[in-house]
């Protein structure tokens, strides 16, 4: 069964912090994301990557960094977290053909809260 | 304009009711579609692909528009289970991001006794 999985389920961090969310696929899929999802704002793209050490800005990336050393992991870092960063946070993965197939795998989410 | 809308809802059906969403998508290039399903609390999953000709699995039927750009989920028999909130997925190009699947907001379903 495919998987993936997120290490924090649930955070508490105060503004100003270093957050580092971080995502594991087990599917050796080349493709990884990060999203946010807010109370009517829907899933926002924050970063993906298309494989290993490669990054590319989704629509929201102000405020966050991301790191893909290894094909299998995909870690999301707020280098200083604001309160307005507080947020479900969705990690994904696809496989090669995700244009045609749409299937992203995701994880179940890492609620961060900043105070 | 947003690129992919959807009523937010909620939708309150009975059981065995038949409801329907729609979704409308603003990029007429858009290339394939999809609807997800995401359970309170939960993951978002897919649920179908739209295709031109029209798809069904089950109790769902999935439509899409071209000329008018929007797609459609029909649900048959409504089962308590269906309860969930149900996202449009449209591939388009996305000028920031390059890459193509765009969410809408989601749909949200509450299916009653």
């Known amino acids: 069964d495919v998987k993936v999985t997120q290490s924090s389920r649930y955070l508490v961090k105060r503004t100003g912090e270093k957050v580092f969310l971080e995502c594991v696929q087990d599917?050796?899929?080349?493709?990884m994301f990060w999203y946010r999802q807010d109370p009517g704002l829907g899933l926002r793209l924050i970063y993906f990557?298309?494989?290993?050490?490669?990054?590319e800005k989704g629509d929201i990336p102000e405020g966050y960094s991301v790191s893909r050393e290894k094909k299998e992991r995909f870690s999301l870092i707020l280098e200083s977290a604001s309160t307005n960063q507080t947020s479900m946070y969705l990690c994904?993965?696809?496989?090669?053909?995700?244009?045609?197939?749409?299937?992203?795998?995701f994880g179940e989410g890492s609620r961060l809260t900043v105070l | 304009r947003k690129e992919v809308e959807q009523d937010p809802g909620p939708f309150n059906v009975p059981e065995g009711a038949t409801v329907a969403f729609n979704c409308t998508y603003s990029?007429?290039?858009?290339?394939?579609f999809f609807w997800y399903r995401q359970d309170c609390r939960k993951e978002p999953k897919l649920l179908m692909s739209?295709?031109?000709s029209g798809n069904e699995d089950g109790r769902f039927t999935a439509q899409l528009n071209r000329a008018s750009q929007y797609i459609s989920l029909l649900i048959r028999d409504s089962k308590l289970s269906d309860s969930a909130t149900y996202l449009c997925v449209v591939n388009l190009l996305n000028s920031n991001s390059g890459y193509a699947l765009n969410f809408g907001k989601g749909t949200s379903l509450l299916v009653t006794p």
């Open positions: 994904a993965s696809s496989g090669l053909g995700t244009l045609n197939t749409g299937e992203l795998f």
């Open positions: 739209v295709y031109s």
């Open positions: 990029n007429s290039a858009s290339q394939s």
């Open positions: 599917m050796d899929h080349e493709n």
């Open positions: 990557s298309y494989d290993v050490k490669m990054k």
